[in-house]
C-alpha cells in the first residue's frame, strides 16, 4: 500500500519537475494569436464589435472574452475564417448585427461649417481638411465606418454606397450560357 | 527484424488504430476538415505516442511491477498527461504556426483513447522495451495515414452534390464506416 | 526546316472560316454616329479631353492615357462631340462604360500628321508614339503595346508574330496577312528593332495557305533576315500567345512570369500592321478588321471605324431576322453583347450572329463524371475537373494550389465536356472572387497602417505636450528660485539679454539652414550637376511637347 503511495508519488514529483523546468524554458512572450485575428479582421476600425478598433478586439478574442461574431464589416465570411483560425464552431451575427453594402462618407460641401469634430474622429485620416475650412473626404481611404456621422454638429455627412461598375464586378457563381457550336 | 517489421505493418495496416480497433475517433472526425490540421495532429501524435509507449513500458516494467498492477491504468493517465503538456509547450515555443492549427486538439490529446491504449494494448501483449516503441510508432502512423486520408477525402466531400441531411458529419461519419471496411481487406496480410 | 513544339491537350472544333473568307476586306461606308469608349484597353481608362459640342477631326485624340498602364483614344472620323456618357459597352458585365459619341460630317476631314523616321528616332520615342497613337494589342488582350515594346533590360531572343488565328469563324488575321502582308512585316521588323529581338517568328496555322504565301512573298520582297514566316498545325488553342511561344521556340511561360524574362515576346500580326501604320504614316489606331460572320447572308471582312455601332455594322453583312445574340469573338472565347448600339472596339475581331438554330441553347450541366477529358485537352496541363471541383465549393485556396492563374480560359474543357458543364465561368468566378479578396487585403492592410500611424500621432503629440508643460515648469520653477537668489538684476538686464540669445539663435539657425553640399564641389561634380539640369530640361521640353498627354499623375 505504502508502495503504491511512494509510486504515485515519485511519479508525479518527477513529472511536475520536468514540466516546471520546461514551463521556465520554453515561455512564450505575447500572443502571436492577436496578430492572427488582426489580419482575419477587415480592419474599418468601426467600432462595432464595442471595442475601439480592430486590434483591441483581436485581443479580446484571443483571450476569450468576447464572440467571434461581433464583427458585421468582416461578413459572414469573416466569421468563418475566425472560426477555422480559432478551431470553435460557426457563431451567426446576432439579430439585426449583420453587414450592410460597402459604402463610403460623402460630406455635403455645401452645408460643411469647418468644424474639424469629423477629422478627430476618422480613425483612419481619410478626412482633410482645417479649421473654418470645408472638408472632404478621401474617397480611396475611407473604410466607410460611419464613426464620423454622429460628431458632425450640421448632419452634413452620408453613406453613399458602392455601386457596382465596370471596374468592381465580377463573375458570379456560374450561370449557364451556351458555348459549343453545332458542327 | 523481421518480428519489428511485422509489428509495423501490423500497426499501420492491418489492426490500425482507427480503422480497425475503432479508437482516436475524437480527433479523427474532429480535426479531418483540413489536411494541414490533419497532418499537424497526426504528427503531434506520433511523436506523443511514441514517448508514451517507451515510458509507460518502463513503468510498468521497472516502477509497479505485478504486485502494483491495478495502478496501471492511473500511472499511465498521469505520465500521458506530463508528456502531452510538455509537447504542448515544447510545440507553442518552437512552431507557433502548428501550435495555432492544432488549437485546442492538442490537449485534447491527453484524453484520446488511442494514446492510452496503446500503452495498454503493450501491456496486455506483454512487449519488450523494443516492441512497445514501435508498437506505438506504428498505432501513431497508422493514425496520421488515416487522418490524412480522411482529411483529403473531407476537404472534397465540401464540393460533393449531398442530400441535405447527409451533409456535414452525417456523411463524415458514412465515410469514415466505408474507409474501415477497405482497411478490413488488409486482414490476413500478417498472421 | 525549324523543329516545331507541341503543346499538351487542345482541340479541333469546325473553323467555319470558309463562309468569310470568299471576298475581299470591304470598306464601310461612314456609320450614322460613332459610340467610342474611353477604355478599350487594360489598364486605367483614358480621360476625355474634348467637350460636348466640339467639332473634333479623324485621327484627333478625344482620351488621353491616365497613369502608366493606359493608352490613348481618337476620333475615328471628323464630326461633332455629341454625348461624354455612360453607355453600354462590351463586356461580360453587360454594364455600361464612359463612352464618347461622335456624330460624323461626312468630310472625313483628317488631322495634320505624319510618320517619323524610324531608323533617326530614339526607341523611348517611337514607344512614346505608340502610346500616343492607341495601340494595343489587337489579338484580343488589348496590352498596351508600348508597354509590350520594352524588354526590361532582359535579353530577347525571339519575337514571335502571332498569326494563328485558331478560334473557329475569325478570319480578321487571315484576310489582313493575305491583303497587307508588307506592312505587316514591315512592322514585325520594327518590333524587333524595339525589342532588340534576334530572330523573328511568324506562326500561322496551316489551314491558311493563302496567308502563309503572302507572308512568305513579303518577307522574301523585303529580303528580312532572320524571319521565318512557320506553318503551324491546327489545333485549338494554338493561337494562344503562351501555346504558340511553346510551339515555336519551346519555351513554356508560367503564369506571373512575363515572357520577356523568358527571352521571347508575341505580338499578334493586326498589332504588327498598326504600329508599322502609326510610327511609319503617323495614323493612329482608328480602324480594325472585324468578320462579321455567323447568322448573315453576307459573311465577310470589313475594314471598320472603331466606335461603329453594332447594328450598322451586322446590316451591311445581312443579318438574319432569327438572329437572336451578337457574340463579340469567337464561339470559344466570346463575349455575348449586350445590346446592338455598342460600338465596336479595339478588341472586336469578330462578330458572331447567332440564332438559336446555330448555337442551340446548352443543355443542363449534369454532375462531373470525372472523365477526366478536360484534363486530355487542358493546353496548360491543368486538371480542369479539381479545379471546378474546388471553385464550385468556393474553396479558393485549393483552386491557386491547383494553378488556377495558369488558366487561359481557353474553354477547351468545356467543349470536351460530356456533363455540358460551364467549366471557364466557374475558372473566372473563383479568379474574380480571389481578386477582390486580395483588394479587400489591401485596402484592411492600408487602413490598419493608417490607423496605427494616426494612433502613433495622437500619442505622441500627447507626450510632447506633457513635455513642453513640464518644461515649462520646471523653467517657472527655475527662474522662480533664481528671482530668490539673485533680487538685485534689474529687469532691463534680463530682457537685454534674452533679446541677445534669440539672434545668436537665430543666426545659428539660419546658417544650418543654408545647404552646404554645394559649395565646395570638384569641377566633375559641377559637371555632372550640369549634365543632370539638361536632362530635367530635356525631359520637360518633350513633356509640353507630348501636351495634355503627360501631366504629372494626379497626387492621392
Redesign the interface.
Known sequence: MISALWVMIGISLLLGAVLGYSAIKFKVEGNPLVEKIDAVLPQTQCGQCGYPGCKPYAEAIAKGEIGINKCPPGGEEGIQKLADLLGVEFQPFGEGAGPKGKAVAFIDEQTCIGCTLCIQACPVDAIAGAAKQMHTIIASECTGCELCLPPCPVDCITMESIEENITNWKWRHPVIIPIKAVA | MSEYLLILVGTVFVNNIVMVKILGLCPFMGVSR?LETAIGMGAATTFVLTLGSGASYL?QHY??GP??AY?TT??FI??IA?IV??TE??I??TS?DLY?VL???LPLITTNCAVLGIPLLNVQAKHDFMQSLLFGFGGAVGFTLVMVLFAGIR??L??A?VPGIFKGTAIAMVTAGLMSLSFMGFSGLVK | MRTLFAFHGGVHPPTHKEESTRTPIAQTPLPSKLVIPLSQHVGNRAVPIVQVGERVLKGQKIGRPEGKLSSAVHASTSGTVTAIDMQLVAHHSGLPDLCVTIVPDGKDEWIAHRGVDISQTSHSDLRHLLRKAGVVGLGGAVFPSDLKTDAHHHKIKSLVINGAECEPYITCDDMLMRERATDIVRGANLLRELLHAEEVLIGIEDNKPEAIAAMHLAVEQDKHDKMEVLSVPTMYPSGGAKQLIRILTGIEVAAGVRSTEMGVQCFNVATAYTAWRALAHGEPLLSRIVTVTGNVTDAQNFDVLIGTPLEELVALAGSKPDTDRHIMGGPMMGVDLPAGTIGITKATNCIIESSPKLFPPQPPALPCIRCTRCADVCPAELQPQDLYWFAKSNNFGKTEEFHLFDCIECGACAYVCPSNIPLVQYYRYAKSEIHERERDKKAADLARERHEYRQLRIERDKQEKAEKLAQKEREAAAKAAQAAATPVATPDDTQQKLIEEALARAKAQAAAAHPQNTETLTPEQSAEIAAIEARRAKIREMAADAGADDEPPKSH
Request: hydrophobic letters at 45%; aromatic letters at 8%.
Open positions: 483540413k513503468i516502477l509497479l504486485e502494483l495502478l492511473l500511472s498521469v505520465v506530463g503538456q510538455f509547450m515544447a507553442k515555443k507557433p495555432q488549437g485546442i486538439y476537404e472534397r465540401e464540393g452534390d
